[in-house]
């Protein structure tokens, strides 16, 4: 992947069917302080792990030509069922480099040892063979498990505490399978989990490492950025500027959560826009 160095100034587009793209933002404004970030929440189309692939492919497309229109260096489209579903079709359209949450996620979960990889993701990233195919091309014959969690997404969405008994209750049955292969890494399949993740650790064990899909993504596109000189090299700290297709007001208050910050600019842009943008 390639960035030109003069585009250096110009904004990361990051997009998701909600809030929990705002864990990759966040990874992103650590890494990458001085980086402006122009991000896209799909909210009044959540979930988009229990559609169909085809829905996807579609949401993703607009999704991404909205924020091209926003003129970013680089794309991450921070949402893994998107990335499961339309990876390639996003990187045909976009023009600029585009960076995706399962690779990189699945390249770090390697690397934790040679035992079982597992992953918990919604159903339409489990359905789409996204991670198994991945950890077969970096790892041959790698044990891999995986676990679809469709309630997780909503649960978070809806501000839920990570020792909410409802929480412990779905995770334990959603992890009943996982606990007994006891995997190396489990990787969080979904940008929405590490809000959850501490439950998810104590549930697993030590024995167990975690990998945010989100984090390493943000890891990812900071090497890409520095392996091309394109990083901004401005003092100040970059903006963040959001966009949400449902209430932004609802949009700013819960994602400080997930954001790490307060978010100060989120605007309304609605789906019949994303999709005329499209047209």
């Given at each position: 992947m390639k960035v030109d160095p003069s585009q250096r100034s110009r904004p990361i587009g990051v997009f998701d069917s909600g809030l929990g793209g705002l864990t990759v933002a966040a990874e992103l404004a650590e890494l990458l302080p001085g980086e402006d970030i122009v991000y896209l929440g799909d909210s009044a189309r959540v979930p988009y792990g229990i559609k169909s692939l085809e829905t996807v492919r579609r949401f993703a497309r607009e999704d991404a030509k909205f924020l091209l229109g926003m003129?970013?260096?680089?794309?991450?489209?921070?949402c893994n069922t998107a990335s499961a579903a339309a990876i390639d079709t996003l990187r045909d359209l976009s023009g600029v480099s585009v960076v995706d949450v399962i690779a990189p996620g699945?390249?770090?979960?390697?690397?934790?040892?040679?035992?079982?990889?597992?992953?918990?993701?919604?159903e339409?990233?489990?359905?789409?063979?996204?991670y198994q195919?991945?950890?077969?091309?970096l790892a041959p014959g790698r044990e891999v498990h995986l676990?679809?969690?469709p309630l997780l997404v909503p649960i978070v969405e809806e501000g839920r505490a990570e020792d909410d008994p409802i929480v412990t209750h779905v995770l334990c049955d959603y992890l009943r399978d996982m606990l007994r292969v006891r995997p190396t890494s489990l990787i969080l399949g979904c940008t929405h989990y590490p809000l959850l993740s501490r439950a998810i650790g104590k549930l697993m064990g030590p024995d167990t490492t975690l990998i945010s899909s989100g984090a390493a993504a943000a890891r990812d596109v900071a090497r890409v950025l520095e392996a091309c000189d394109a990083k901004n090299p401005q003092d100040a700290p970059g903006q963040l500027d959001c966009y949400t297709t449902d209430n932004p007001e609802r949009f700013a208050k819960l994602g400080e959560r997930f954001g790490r910050r307060k978010l100060t600019s989120v605007h309304y842009v609605g789906t019949d826009e994303l999709e005329l943008n499209f047209s």
């Open positions: 003129d970013p260096k680089l794309l991450v489209v921070a699945s390249a770090e979960a390697i690397t934790c040892g040679e035992g079982p990889v597992g992953a918990v993701a919604t339409a990233t489990i359905r789409s063979g996204a195919a991945t950890l077969e091309s676990a679809a969690c």
